[in-house]
């Protein structure tokens, strides 16, 4: 009988169960890395459901939970954050928790408080925070900062005014 990865490589049914042990999901996800040419972390921001259906994986998907949490959880070394995938996960942003770490993100390019003038729409748009910046803070960069620091007194007339 073929291991699992040989039914991979070759196109060969695989076995029924397979699928429900965490070892063979591993297998895959590395397996389909290799496939897709995924040579950089950032590349798994690419990943979706119907490439993993179109690559021998529709079966998994019922048993990894949450396709970016299973990503990042399968590669804790690539510091892959849940904001940059094409889809956020359900009610990711609902955690303010979660604003804040996509804050954080932010914070290696704004070394200071007065930098944050400079956060436009179009920036937190790019770096994968459009639906956070849309659903919580009216799409205004100014109202997201100063959640984020709450003890500064930003003046709203200095923040950078950008169309998307």
């Given at each position: ?104 993100s932010l914070k290696t390019e ?55």
């Open positions: 009988m073929a291991t699992f990865l040989e039914c991979l490589d070759n196109n060969l049914q695989i076995p029924s169960g397979s699928w429900k042990k965490k070892e063979n999901q591993i297998i895959y996800f590395k397996w389909l890395g290799k496939k897709l040419k995924y040579n950089k972390p950032e590349d798994w921001y690419n990943i979706s459901s119907t490439i993993i259906k179109k690559n021998l994986g529709r079966s998994v998907l019922k048993y990894i939970g949450i396709l970016q949490e299973f990503i990042i959880q399968l590669f804790p070394e690539k510091n892959l954050y849940p904001w940059k995938f094409k889809k956020v996960p359900p009610n990711y942003w609902k955690k303010l928790e979660n604003h804040v770490k996509f804050f954080n704004y070394k200071t408080n007065e930098d944050f003038y400079k956060l436009t729409k179009k920036k937190i748009y790019d770096e994968g925070g459009g639906g956070l910046l849309h659903s919580y803070y009216d799409n205004t960069p100014r109202k997201f900062i100063e959640k984020m620091i709450p003890n500064y007194e930003f003046l709203p007339w200095k923040f950078t005014r950008t169309t998307r």
